[in-house]
């Protein structure tokens, strides 16, 4: 009977050392990721005005639409620009892409990264590696959003 307490203590250590490893393991990877996480209401607006990351992170950005109404009537994105992009230019040009979430087919080469459409109560995130060092601007394309629905997503 000792041998088995023995026994059960040895692999209960060797069960809390392994948790310990994996957990510190889980720690280091989310360090090297940025996560980010941002709300559209049905006022809209962002609650963030600026988002900092690193030059050539991986940035899991996380979009929840807090309001009610539905994606067809108050439909939200986060679309991140590259710098050179006139912003009214383009929200011009992605009034007219309904059909694929307000992302103009010929801007795609301006695009760093972008959610889906998403309505209220609805969330939607997305993974890419952030560009190099510079200020870029992100927004909202769905109709006229875009005026109060913006910011920086500034890359150090």
Known sequence: MLTRSKIMIALLAIAALGCGQKEEAKKTADENVAII??????????????IEVKAGQKVRLTLKHVGQMAKQVMGHNVVILKPEVDLAE????????????????????????HTAVIGGGETTTIEFTAPPAGTYKFICSFPGHFITMQGDFIVK
């Open 90 to 113: 383009f929200a011009g040009k992605a009034a007219k892409a309904a059909d694929n979430d307000y992302i103009p087919a010929d801007e795609t080469g301006n695009i760093i990264a």
């Open 37 to 50: 996480e941002i709300t559209g209401n049905d006022q809209m607006q962002f609650n963030l005005k600026t």
